[in-house]
């Protein structure tokens, strides 16, 4: 595992990451920091289903949740 260090840049606070994780110069991140204090980096992605073709992201389960309607109580035990 390797170490980084933060340091300020203006405002900022900049943490920089070594070439081998090959982020792109310009890669846009959600970021998060948990209770512990951990902080991610979730990647940013372009919508999955903009230039999807009609029936490209169907299973042999889809027709389960054709014309099905919920009640409301389909999580109570």
């Known amino acids: 595992m390797d170490t ?3 340091r ?3 405002n900022a606070i900049m943490v920089t990451l070594s ?3 090959a982020v ?3 890669q846009e991140f959600f970021s998060y920091k948990d209770s512990e204090g951990i902080i991610s980096l979730i990647p940013k992605v372009d919508d999955y289903f903009a230039n999807a073709k009609p029936g490209e992201f169907t299973d042999s389960d889809d ?3 054709t014309d099905f309607t ?3 109580i ?3 035990n």
């Open 19 to 21: 070439s081998k994780f």
């Open 74 to 76: 389909e999580l109570d």
């Open 70 to 72: 919920p009640k409301g």
């Open 4 to 6: 980084v260090k933060a």
């Open 63 to 65: 027709h389960l949740a």
């Open 8 to 10: 300020r840049q203006g």
């Open 24 to 26: 792109k110069d310009g």
